[in-house]
């Protein structure tokens, strides 16, 4: 079992800055992918930048030049640092993770809990 813990969200003016953080816990598991996604109002979930354990990195077009995602390999780790934030960067941001369990070379997903990013004057 793994757990993902997320923190930074809050509430910051448009062109503000944030960073979001994901730890992953548990015992015998190697990360294969981290990332986050977000969910609007519409509520449909959207990937917003993801990096592989190759240290490859993703991006949603929209968040391309202000968003910038960075790994801790060895805390287990991913960090999403957002600037030039804009109001409809407001969203439920979620962390993913897919892991292989090393004594069963199994694949899972796991998703965080959540935290909210809210862009507002």
């Known amino acids: 079992q793994v757990q993902l813990v997320e923190s930074g969200g809050g509430l910051v003016q448009p062109g503000g800055s944030l960073t979001l953080s994901c730890a992953a816990s548990g015992s015998d598991f190697s990360i294969n992918l981290m990332g986050w996604y977000r969910q609007g109002p519409r509520l449909e979930r959207t990937m917003v930048a993801v990096?592989?354990?190759?240290?490859?990195?993703s991006y949603a077009d929209s968040v391309k030049g202000r968003f910038t995602i960075s790994r801790d390999n060895a805390k287990n780790t991913v960090y999403l640092q957002m600037n030039s934030l804009r109001p409809e960067d407001t969203a439920l941001y979620y962390c993913?993770?897919?892991?292989?369990?090393?004594?069963?070379?199994?694949?899972?997903?796991?998703w965080g809990q959540g935290t909210q990013v809210a862009v507002s004057s």
């Open positions: 993913k993770a897919i892991i292989t369990q090393k004594s069963s070379d199994r694949q899972y997903q796991y």
């Open positions: 990096t592989t354990s190759g240290g490859s990195a």
